[in-house]
């Protein structure tokens, strides 16, 4: 079992920055990539980044340039740092961990982006 906390969302204004981060705990070992997903209100979820245990990074085209996903293996955080935020990042974001057999979310944390 692994287990995921988000924090960090809040209220910005546009052109703002915002981190957020995600604590992972239980069997850290098995996991593998780590995920930030995000859903609009209304929406569907929606692929933001992904981090390998290696370290190896994707973005979703919508972010790349903009924001930033690291991992600290030594606290089992993951971090999205978000610059330039848009009107239209605005969501719930959520992390998530996937092991060789299951994929885990965590509860998610809102952002909100003030035009």
């Known amino acids: 079992q692994v287990q995921l906390v988000e924090s960090g969302g809040g209220l910005v204004q546009a052109g703002g920055s915002l981190r957020l981060s995600c604590a992972a705990s239980g069997t850290i070992s098995n996991v593998n990539a780590m995920y930030w997903y995000r859903q609009p209100s209304g929406g569907q979820r929606e692929y933001v980044a992904t981090?390998?245990?290696?370290?190896?990074?994707n973005y979703a085209d919508s972010v790349k340039g903009r924001f930033t996903i690291s991992r600290d293996n030594a606290k089992n955080t993951v971090y999205l740092q978000m610059n330039s935020l848009k009107f239209e990042d605005t969501a719930v974001y959520y992390c998530g961990a996937n092991t060789a057999t299951t994929t885990y979310w965590g509860q998610g944390t809102q952002v909100t982006v003030s035009s």
């Open positions: 981090i390998t245990r290696r370290h190896t990074t």
